[in-house]
């Protein structure tokens, strides 16, 4: 449309054509002053008064001579309006004859430009005429009546005007005043029609049509290219995308366009790792979903065993162990139930809050505090060993609550693990880039094949002697998902006597959690803020 738009603005052109008209006129008019000015020097009689005959026969050859070269209709009035001469007519015996311009012989062969022409004329009838001109018209013989110009002329001022003949074609005309002693003996008229103009205006119009040929031409490959190598790879992706959405299952392919170097590669590879974390992330909630199934049927399972078996026991200590046992069973249900409500509503959280830095130094401090003002008698004690030499500069990015949660969890494990009056000791250092915060006990350590599987969800391997159902075996896999949302990672290690653990005992386990530190711009924004419980390095 922006393309039929401007090129209908440029086939109009009307100031072109009007500047054309203009410059034909003016030339016409000059032309008309030379012919007067010739037929007043050598067509008027030198006894020049009144009822003379001022205008003698050399007028008529005279006007035919002056005629030919300039390509023009000159016709000469007398002062009376009558006809005297016109170059299209020659007296002969036999009475006048007039001459008339044959039009161009046409040719049979037509190409592109005829068609083009076509469509040019096709083109030019559509447009609104807005050509005002009067008709040009004359009778038989022209007097100079005919032509307002003429009657100017024999006033003695030259005019020119613009004519519409009955073909609709263009006709200039040109009069001026044939004088002899400042005395208007008669006027010359020139007239001329528009082919020049039209044609000139056609040449242009022409030219613009070839160039708009070829910026169509142009448009419509660059479309072509942009449809295969843009419109049709988006529209296969969002195709893709819709089928993913509408769970049409995961044979579903998203296109790979990721060796291409451009935007369209790179929504692609977005695209495919976007579909790959969703499967994911439902074969991690379809495992959870199972695992949950799987917990919560045992203490179910034992919590029906045990009122089924109630109602059928008179005994009374019976009785009361049996409740006893439902009441441990309906609180490890609802100590089940939270910690899997928590780990549900962690990836939402993690995901919605907003990170800010966070002084793990300060963190460490206050639950060193809280632990020595919590801790019972014959509990194992805290020793917490911030790093002297950068401890001002121990910030992470991230979210202060779920990061004391971690460690919270690394230390009631450390708690549970450890022996009467024993030693919990809590370090903290940065490494490079890297804040690292270690948790060590003195506990039986961790089996060697378990290193990892304590990660797990619903994973426990607890201290003998220890009450069934106390933990859900959630707490560590919920520490290592909020460890990883902050780009980090933890893991655990045994702690031997001896350099090796093959010539050493286990005297312990190690936590470590190793976190990204925060910029210097970031710590600049925690200035001032206070940490958990108030304490400071």
Not at 18 to 43: M, N, R, Y
Not at 244 to 271: N, T, W
Not at 303 to 324: F, G, H, N, P, Y
Not at 478 to 507: F, K, L, M
Request: glycine residues 8%; negative net charge.
């Amino acid at each position: 449309m922006t393309l039929a738009a401007l090129a209908g603005g440029l086939l109009y052109l009307d100031r072109y054509r009007e500047s054309l008209i203009g410059s034909e006129l003016w030339s016409l008019t000059v032309q008309a002053q030379i012919v007067a000015e010739a037929l007043g020097e050598a067509a008027v009689t030198s006894d020049v008064g009144e009822g003379g005959d001022y205008l003698t026969a050399m007028a008529r050859p005279l006007v035919r001579r002056l005629a030919g070269p300039l390509g023009l209709r000159v016709r000469l009035f007398a002062a009376n309006g009558d006809l005297i001469a016109d170059s299209l007519s020659s007296s002969v015996i036999g009475g006048p004859v007039t001459v008339q311009p044959l039009a161009p012989p046409a040719t049979s062969a037509r190409g592109p430009l005829d068609l083009l022409l076509d469509f040019y004329e096709w083109a030019i009838e559509l447009m609104p005429n807005k050509d005002s001109y009067p008709p040009y018209s004359e009778s038989s013989p022209p007097v100079a009546g005919d032509f307002e110009e003429a009657i100017y002329a024999l006033r003695g001022e030259p005019r020119a005007e613009v004519h519409i003949n009955a073909r609709d074609d263009l006709v200039l005309s040109a009069a001026a005043p044939v004088s002899r002693y400042k005395q208007v003996l008669g006027a010359v008229v020139v007239t001329k029609d528009g082919y020049d103009i039209e044609d000139s205006l056609r040449r242009v119009r022409l030219d613009i049509l070839q160039v708009l040929a070829i910026v169509m031409a142009m448009s419509v490959m660059v479309s072509l290219y942009l449809a295969g190598t843009i419109a049709r790879p988006v529209r296969r992706l969002a195709a893709a995308a819709k089928r993913v959405g509408h769970g049409q299952g995961r044979k579903v392919a998203i296109p790979d366009f990721s060796r291409r170097s451009d935007e369209i590669g790179d929504l692609s590879a977005a695209l495919r790792e976007m579909t790959d974390a969703l499967w994911t992330r439902m074969d991690a909630i379809e495992r959870f979903a199972a695992d949950v199934a799987h917990e919560i049927k045992n203490p179910l399972t034992s919590l029906r065993s045990a009122v089924e078996t109630v109602a059928r026991i008179e005994d009374a200590d019976q009785r009361r162990k049996l409740m006893a046992i439902i009441m441990d069973d309906v609180k490890r249900l609802d100590r089940l139930i939270s910690d899997i409500s928590d780990a549900s509503r962690l990836d939402a959280e993690l995901s919605r809050a907003e990170s800010e830095p966070v002084d793990l130094a300060g963190i460490l401090a206050a639950l060193a505090d809280i632990h020595a003002a919590t801790v019972n008698d014959g509990g194992p004690r805290l020793i917490y060993e911030p790093a002297v030499d950068a401890a001002s500069d121990l910030f992470v990015e991230g979210i202060e609550s779920r990061l004391v949660q971690v460690f919270r969890n690394l230390l009631g494990n450390a708690v549970s693990f450890s022996p009467p009056n024993g030693e919990i000791r809590l370090r903290v250092w940065r490494d490079g880039r890297w804040i690292k915060a270690t948790v060590e006990d003195q506990g039986p350590g961790i089996p060697e094949d378990k290193r990892k599987a304590i990660f797990d969800r619903f994973y426990t391997e607890r201290p003998k002697g220890e009450k069934f159902g106390t933990h859900s075996g959630l707490g560590l896999s919920i520490s290592r998902q909020i460890v990883e949302a902050h780009r980090g990672r933890i893991w655990a290690e045994n702690i031997y006597d001896a350099p090796t653990a093959d010539c050493g005992a286990v005297r312990g386990a190690r936590f470590t959690v190793e976190l990204p530190a925060a910029t210097k711009a970031q710590i600049g924004k925690a200035a001032g803020k206070p940490t958990l419980g108030g304490a400071g390095d």
